[in-house]
Protein backbone atom coordinates (compact mmCIF):
# COMPACT_ATOMS: atom_id res chain seq x y z
CA UNK A 1 0.00 0.00 0.00
CA UNK A 2 1.17 3.36 -1.18
CA UNK A 3 0.42 6.45 0.79
CA UNK A 4 0.83 9.71 -0.37
CA UNK A 5 1.79 12.53 2.28
CA UNK A 6 0.57 15.99 1.91
CA UNK A 7 1.90 18.41 3.62
CA UNK A 8 1.83 22.58 3.36
CA UNK A 9 5.28 23.77 3.28
CA UNK A 10 7.93 26.93 3.56
CA UNK A 11 10.57 26.45 1.31
CA UNK A 12 13.73 28.09 2.56
CA UNK A 13 14.92 27.05 6.50
CA UNK A 14 15.37 29.86 8.80
CA UNK A 15 17.48 29.70 11.92
CA UNK A 16 15.62 27.97 15.28
CA UNK A 17 16.12 30.92 17.42
CA UNK A 18 14.32 33.22 14.98
CA UNK A 19 11.33 31.16 15.60
CA UNK A 20 10.41 29.69 18.53
CA UNK A 21 7.19 28.68 17.53
CA UNK A 22 8.12 26.98 14.75
CA UNK A 23 11.12 25.55 16.40
CA UNK A 24 8.77 23.68 19.27
CA UNK A 25 7.17 22.49 16.46
CA UNK A 26 9.85 20.88 15.11
CA UNK A 27 11.10 18.98 18.07
CA UNK A 28 11.64 15.05 17.80
CA UNK A 29 11.91 15.18 13.86
CA UNK A 30 7.93 16.84 13.65
CA UNK A 31 8.60 18.65 10.18
CA UNK A 32 10.55 15.42 8.33
CA UNK A 33 9.22 12.60 9.93
CA UNK A 34 11.49 9.78 11.02
CA UNK A 35 15.05 10.94 10.60
CA UNK A 36 17.10 7.92 8.52
CA UNK A 37 20.37 7.35 8.48
CA UNK A 38 22.81 4.96 6.95
CA UNK A 39 26.29 4.34 9.00
CA UNK A 40 28.51 1.17 8.90
CA UNK A 41 26.46 -0.96 6.68
CA UNK A 42 23.11 -0.36 8.43
CA UNK A 43 19.97 1.52 8.16
CA UNK A 44 19.01 2.91 11.47
CA UNK A 45 16.21 5.30 12.78
CA UNK A 46 17.60 6.64 16.00
CA UNK A 47 19.39 3.29 17.55
CA UNK A 48 16.35 1.41 15.88
CA UNK A 49 17.85 -0.44 12.45
CA UNK A 50 15.44 0.03 9.88
CA UNK A 51 15.75 -3.84 7.93
CA UNK A 52 17.53 -3.97 4.64
CA UNK A 53 14.82 -4.44 1.80
CA UNK A 54 12.48 -1.95 3.47
CA UNK A 55 10.72 -0.55 0.25
CA UNK A 56 9.52 3.47 0.70
CA UNK A 57 7.65 5.48 -1.98
CA UNK A 58 10.48 8.54 -2.92
CA UNK A 59 8.84 12.31 -2.35
CA UNK A 60 12.22 12.94 -4.47
CA UNK A 61 10.17 16.42 -5.87
CA UNK A 62 10.99 17.45 -2.12
CA UNK A 63 14.76 16.58 -2.13
CA UNK A 64 16.63 19.08 -0.33
CA UNK A 65 20.44 20.69 -0.09
CA UNK A 66 22.21 22.82 1.54
CA UNK A 67 24.15 23.81 4.38
CA UNK A 68 23.82 23.19 8.11
CA UNK A 69 25.74 25.08 11.18
CA UNK A 70 26.49 23.02 13.80
CA UNK A 71 27.61 24.21 17.65
CA UNK A 72 28.55 21.70 19.89
CA UNK A 73 27.38 18.65 17.79
CA UNK A 74 23.61 20.26 17.29
CA UNK A 75 22.38 21.97 14.08
CA UNK A 76 22.13 25.68 14.90
CA UNK A 77 21.68 27.05 11.31
CA UNK A 78 20.44 26.34 7.92
CA UNK A 79 20.90 27.69 4.31
CA UNK A 80 18.80 24.84 2.19
CA UNK A 81 16.24 24.76 -0.14
CA UNK A 82 14.65 22.30 -2.76
CA UNK A 83 16.87 20.90 -5.25
CA UNK A 84 13.62 21.25 -7.74
CA UNK A 85 14.23 24.61 -7.59
CA UNK A 86 17.96 24.34 -8.87
CA UNK A 87 19.29 25.36 -5.85
CA UNK A 88 23.10 25.45 -5.57
CA UNK A 89 25.72 25.02 -2.08
CA UNK A 90 26.72 28.54 -1.68
CA UNK A 91 30.03 29.32 -1.22
CA UNK A 92 31.82 28.65 2.04
CA UNK A 93 33.54 31.36 1.86
CA UNK A 94 30.27 33.50 1.80
CA UNK A 95 29.04 31.53 5.19
CA UNK A 96 30.87 33.28 7.67
CA UNK A 97 32.14 31.27 11.00
CA UNK A 98 35.54 30.92 9.18
CA UNK A 99 38.00 31.88 12.42
CA UNK A 100 39.20 28.30 12.78
CA UNK A 101 40.82 29.42 16.80
CA UNK A 102 36.98 29.77 17.37
CA UNK A 103 35.42 26.11 15.94
CA UNK A 104 34.82 23.19 17.91
CA UNK A 105 37.31 20.07 17.63
CA UNK A 106 36.63 16.75 16.61
CA UNK A 107 37.58 13.70 18.58
CA UNK A 108 41.66 13.82 17.32
CA UNK A 109 41.27 17.50 18.57
CA UNK A 110 40.95 19.08 15.49
CA UNK A 111 39.04 22.16 14.57
CA UNK A 112 36.22 21.17 12.61
CA UNK A 113 34.26 23.41 10.16
CA UNK A 114 30.91 24.40 11.82
CA UNK A 115 29.71 24.60 8.45
CA UNK A 116 27.92 21.20 6.74
CA UNK A 117 26.68 20.21 3.85
CA UNK A 118 24.00 18.11 4.04
CA UNK A 119 21.19 16.03 1.75
CA UNK A 120 17.54 15.34 2.47
CA UNK A 121 15.44 12.97 1.12
CA UNK A 122 11.78 12.44 2.16
CA UNK A 123 10.75 9.19 2.06
CA UNK A 124 7.28 7.40 2.88
CA UNK A 125 6.88 3.44 4.46
CA UNK A 126 5.48 1.45 1.84
CA UNK A 127 3.36 -0.45 4.52
CA UNK A 128 1.95 1.96 7.28
CA UNK A 129 2.39 5.38 5.03
CA UNK A 130 4.94 6.98 8.00
CA UNK A 131 7.16 9.71 6.72
CA UNK A 132 11.22 9.49 7.26
CA UNK A 133 13.44 11.45 5.85
CA UNK A 134 17.22 10.09 4.93
CA UNK A 135 19.66 12.80 5.95
CA UNK A 136 23.30 12.42 4.84
CA UNK A 137 26.11 13.65 3.48
CA UNK A 138 29.07 10.92 2.75
CA UNK A 139 30.41 10.38 -0.75
CA UNK A 140 28.86 6.86 -0.79
CA UNK A 141 25.36 8.26 0.10
CA UNK A 142 25.50 11.23 -2.65
CA UNK A 143 26.48 8.58 -5.34
CA UNK A 144 23.51 6.77 -4.49
CA UNK A 145 21.22 10.24 -4.52
CA UNK A 146 22.81 10.43 -7.98
CA UNK A 147 22.02 7.06 -9.59
CA UNK A 148 18.45 7.81 -8.28
CA UNK A 149 18.17 11.47 -9.75
CA UNK A 150 19.68 10.03 -12.70
CA UNK A 151 17.20 7.40 -13.27
CA UNK A 152 14.69 9.43 -12.41
CA UNK A 153 15.29 12.03 -14.96
CA UNK A 154 13.24 11.20 -17.90
CA UNK A 155 9.62 11.03 -15.29
CA UNK A 156 10.42 14.43 -13.89
CA UNK A 157 7.78 16.27 -15.89
CA UNK A 158 5.04 13.44 -15.04
CA UNK A 159 3.88 11.65 -11.53
CA UNK A 160 5.53 8.70 -11.45
CA UNK A 161 7.65 8.09 -8.27
CA UNK A 162 10.48 5.77 -7.70
CA UNK A 163 9.58 3.21 -5.32
CA UNK A 164 12.97 1.71 -3.48
CA UNK A 165 14.10 -0.87 -1.05
CA UNK A 166 17.05 0.03 1.08
CA UNK A 167 20.49 -2.01 0.91
CA UNK A 168 23.80 -2.17 1.04
CA UNK A 169 27.20 -2.41 -0.79
CA UNK A 170 30.85 -2.49 0.08
CA UNK A 171 34.32 -1.68 -1.77
CA UNK A 172 37.50 -2.10 -0.52
CA UNK A 173 40.03 0.66 0.27
CA UNK A 174 43.50 0.79 0.12
CA UNK A 175 43.54 2.59 3.52
CA UNK A 176 40.45 2.25 5.18
CA UNK A 177 39.74 -1.58 4.22
CA UNK A 178 36.22 -2.67 3.86
CA UNK A 179 34.25 0.61 2.92
CA UNK A 180 30.48 0.37 2.97
CA UNK A 181 27.46 2.05 0.80
CA UNK A 182 24.03 3.03 0.88
CA UNK A 183 22.12 1.63 -2.27
CA UNK A 184 18.71 2.64 -3.22
CA UNK A 185 17.48 -0.28 -5.28
CA UNK A 186 14.62 0.97 -7.82
CA UNK A 187 11.66 -2.14 -7.22
CA UNK A 188 9.27 -0.24 -9.15
CA UNK A 189 7.90 3.45 -10.55
CA UNK A 190 4.57 4.39 -9.51
CA UNK A 191 1.83 6.51 -10.94
CA UNK A 192 1.12 8.82 -8.20
CA UNK A 193 -1.36 11.03 -9.83
CA UNK A 194 -2.15 14.36 -9.19
CA UNK A 195 -1.27 13.76 -5.96
CA UNK A 196 2.20 13.71 -6.26
CA UNK A 197 1.99 17.44 -7.50
CA UNK A 198 1.33 18.71 -4.15
CA UNK A 199 3.38 16.58 -2.17
CA UNK A 200 5.63 18.92 -0.50
CA UNK A 201 8.14 18.07 2.73
CA UNK A 202 8.62 21.14 5.32
CA UNK A 203 12.45 22.18 5.10
CA UNK A 204 12.95 23.78 8.15
CA UNK A 205 15.57 21.58 10.20
CA UNK A 206 14.66 19.38 13.12
CA UNK A 207 16.67 18.99 16.52
CA UNK A 208 17.48 15.74 16.05
CA UNK A 209 19.43 16.21 12.77
CA UNK A 210 23.05 15.68 13.18
CA UNK A 211 24.70 13.68 10.49
CA UNK A 212 28.14 12.84 11.45
CA UNK A 213 28.59 10.18 9.03
CA UNK A 214 32.10 8.65 7.91
CA UNK A 215 33.27 10.37 4.74
CA UNK A 216 33.20 7.74 2.62
Not at 2 to 13: L, P, S
Not at 67 to 76: G, I, S
Not at 187 to 194: K, V
Request: proline share 6%; hydrophobic share 40%.
Amino acid sequence: MNVIARMNTAAIAIPHEDDPWLELANEAGGQFGKIIKYAKGEWLHGENEVPIGTEFLVLIRDAMRGWVRFAEKKPVEHRIGYIRDNTKFADRNELGFADKSLWDTNDRGEPNDPWAQQHYLPLQHCENGDLYCWVFNSHGAKQAFRDLARAYSPYRKTNVLPVISLQSNSYRHETYGKIPVPVLKIERWDDCGAAAASTEVLAAATADINDDLPPF
